[in-house]
């Protein structure tokens, strides 16, 4: 019993300590998502942790000092006085606090201390990142510019053309060959499958300028082919490590039953294995999936400046470098580039869990 | 049945293979040729494109399957294992084997590939004293970015064991694994963004300056420190693929195993390090190979966040640098071919560990 309740109390130890890490961990990404709902003027003006009720320093009173105040003396506050200096940051009195109002008009500001949320939250980073069209953006001190839109919604459906086949191309060409690596006996069997494994270890920037002078010869840069094949090259390796692990597994009978009702391979590949691993086949999918999704250097390369094939990943990479400080832009990109990994990942995180698994640790 | 004499090979079954082969060709072919050239609205474009490359996969080995079925029974059962594994060895030969043939062979040639110069890029790599930073930071990336991802995976997958949130929690930690690097360079760089002044909206710096100190500009002032703060980047996103993998392993320590040890005594520490350690080791193992030979790669992040000024060059992004802004395709090469060094004993080790499992 005393051992029990020992545990329990460690159990509030644990609780505790894993929530401070779980809130460390979701800050960064919480921090994005609120920023990317708040209106530019004020992102580049406040911390977002403002949006939530804190305490701030508010306008009060208005003093008039006498016009002619040296500011190179002391100046002289209701019976106290205090330097030039004091009076531009801000000197705490009691529970007010002064400040310049208007230095040239010599009128200083009584804040009072209050409690303050900031509730302004707006859609329009978003309409702006995903459109290409200009919109007017009010900055800070009330003045406007005119700014060009990113046209993200282009992108978007860029990556979704290229992450679908560059999903189903690979899980279906690894699935044929891990079928015929587990069933068939051929020879250059053991070779062959051999060297694929080892390709999982190849770092890509190894095949890249290769690869790059075969597409530029065959006019396959910045095509949706081209990228397909780039990607399916260098996902191949893993998923047919990972469909042979589950193929191989499958019991012998089920093939030899229909073996004799006269069924051929494929027939039994397309009848009987496909259907029986789609589990295996949906969590190695997602995993490819997501990987293509993400990707930057693969579409940096074989994509280039064509504007028209151009990732996400690109663009927000390049608003990162051009326009670094448009918070608005950035964060509201950045998060509509994870809204499709991210719905995945909540949906079906039990498949995504067993990809990652079945790629890293077997036996 | 099998000392029947073997059917002949007839006429038709070769020629209407050829026309299968031919018909493959022209049929894909033009359907590129129309993506290439064709302006039809965007949406339309990824339609087309997904159904093309979709049914055209299946398509390819239906139609060669069916070629093969032309023939008598022993000329099939020979050819059919080529048709399934065809694909994807054409596919790696040409996207992957032959272009790392062809890399070491460009890094014995000079920047605009004309010139055999031997092993001077190689000489010239270890003497550049750009390298020299890549190559450190590479080796604090794998060696800070691992120890850390392993460590906290590890110890995080236990807690979680012992919560009463362990769903949640563990979603939570895993849940960057789904980001992509450039996303998280734009998270990250909002944590860390430096404004002179007293108002911050970085929260790093709005931590500080609450508590007294000085804003600090973290990825490009503090020199080597900025490193670090961008490994922090790498360990927010790998953690979790440690913690879920760990998690598995460890409940699959036996439970009779470890009530044996309470019973005997042992505290819980000394459970973790004599029993769950031994038992996971495999496991750790693996998870660490997979995280060394990710950050040995790292580009994404050091790209986004710093474009690897104030000395965060890692050697990816060198290989970038060299070969697509400066052009210079023999110190290009020979930089990944330094890479594909790095990870060659993960290889071999991954290649044993493989025959150990009896994976053949």
Request: charged content about 0%; cysteine-free; aromatic content about 12%.
């Given at each position: 019993m005393v051992g029990r309740k020992k545990r329990k109390g460690n159990k509030t130890v644990v609780n505790v300590v894993l929530g401070i890490i779980c809130f460390i961990w979701l800050l960064p990404t919480l921090g994005l998502f609120i920023s990317s709902f708040r209106p530019a003027a004020d992102i580049l003006q406040t911390g977002w942790w403002k949006v939530f009720p804190h305490q701030e320093w508010k306008a009060g009173e208005t003093v008039q000092l006498s016009k002619d105040v040296d500011l190179r003396e002391p100046i002289e506050v209701n019976g106290t006085t205090y330097t030039d200096d004091q009076l531009k940051a801000g000197v705490t009195e009691g529970d007010k606090r002064l400040v310049w109002e208007n230095r040239r008009a010599r009128t200083i500001n009584m804040q009072e201390r209050g409690w303050e949320v900031k509730p302004d939250f707006t859609l329009d980073n978003y309409k702006n990142v995903l459109s290409g069209k200009e919109y007017k953006l009010k900055l800070g001190d009330g003045s406007e510019t005119v700014q060009k839109g990113t046209g993200l919604s282009q992108a978007f459906w860029n990556t979704l053309t290229i992450a679908v086949p560059a999903t189903i191309i690979p899980v279906l060409i690894a699935s044929f060959a891990a079928y015929a690596f587990a069933w068939l006996r051929f020879p250059g069997r053991k070779t062959l499958f051999v060297i694929i494994i080892a390709m999982l270890v190849i770092p890509i920037q190894v095949a890249l300028i290769p690869i790059l002078k075969d597409y530029t010869a065959l006019g396959l840069n910045g095509s949706y082919l081209g990228i397909w094949l780039a990607h399916t090259a260098f996902g191949l390796p893993l998923v047919t490590y990972f469909m042979y692990n589950f193929i191989s597994q499958l019991p012998k009978d089920l093939f030899e039953s229909a073996f004799i009702d006269g069924a051929s391979h494929f027939t039994i590949f397309s009848r009987l294995i496909l259907p029986l691993s789609v589990p295996a086949l949906a969590s190695i999918a997602i995993f490819q999936f997501l990987w293509v999704w993400n990707d930057y250097l693969v579409s940096l390369i074989?994509?280039?400046?064509?504007p028209n094939v151009q990732v996400m990943s690109m663009k927000i990479a390049d608003l990162v470098g051009s326009r670094g400080n448009d918070w608005h832009l950035l964060t509201s990109a950045a998060f509509i580039s994870m809204l499709m990994p991210l719905t995945i990942f909540f949906l079906l995180q039990k498949y995504f869990v067993k990809g990652l698994m079945g790629g890293s640790v077997k036996g | 049945m099998s000392t029947q004499a073997k059917p002949r090979i007839s006429m038709k079954a070769v020629l209407l293979s050829l026309l299968v082969l031919l018909a493959n060709i022209a049929v894909h072919g033009l359907i590129f040729l129309f993506f290439r050239d064709s302006t039809l609205n965007p949406l339309l474009t990824a339609v087309f494109a997904v159904l093309w490359g979709v049914v055209g996969i299946y398509q390819i080995y239906y139609s060669f399957n069916w070629a093969v079925e032309q023939y008598p029974e022993h000329v099939r059962r020979k050819v059919l294992p080529y048709v399934f594994v065809g694909p994807a060895t054409l596919v790696l030969g040409w996207l992957l084997i032959l272009p790392a043939l062809r890399t070491l062979y460009l890094s014995f040639f000079n920047a605009s590939s004309d010139k055999f110069v031997g092993l001077a890029n190689y000489a010239a790599i270890f003497t550049d004293r750009l390298l020299a930073t890549a190559l450190r930071n590479n080796l604090l990336w794998v060696f800070v970015g691992t120890l850390a991802c392993v460590s906290l995976g590890l110890l995080i997958a236990i807690l979680a064991d012992r919560s009463s949130y362990e769903r949640i929690a563990k979603s939570i930690i895993f849940m960057?694994?789904?980001?992509s690097f450039v996303a998280a360079g734009v998270i990250w760089k909002f944590v860390y963004y430096y404004q002179p002044g007293d108002e911050q909206i970085g929260i790093l710096n709005a931590i500080v300056t609450f508590f007294g100190g000085e804003p600090q500009a973290w990825t490009s002032m503090l020199q080597p420190w900025n490193n670090f703060f961008l490994i922090i980047i790498l360990i927010w996103m790998q953690t979790g693929f440690a913690m879920v993998i760990f998690s598995a392993a460890i409940k699959g320590v036996p439970e009779d195993i470890l009530e044996a040890a309470r019973v005997d005594g042992a505290g819980e520490v000394k459970i973790f390090f004599g029993i769950m350690i031994p038992y996971i080791s495999t496991t750790i193992l693996t998870v660490t190979t997979t995280i060394i030979v990710f950050t040995l790669k790292i580009f994404d992040v050091v790209m986004v966040m710093t474009g690897g000024q104030y000395d965060t060059e890692v050697v990816a992004t060198q290989f970038y640098r060299q070969f697509f802004m400066y052009r210079n395709f023999g110190y290009g090469s020979t930089l990944a071919i330094v890479l594909l060094i790095a990870v060659l004993p993960v290889i071999i080790i991954n290649l044993r560990q493989f025959r150990k499992q009896g994976g053949f």
């Open positions: 074989f994509i280039g400046n064509q | 960057p694994m789904a980001i």
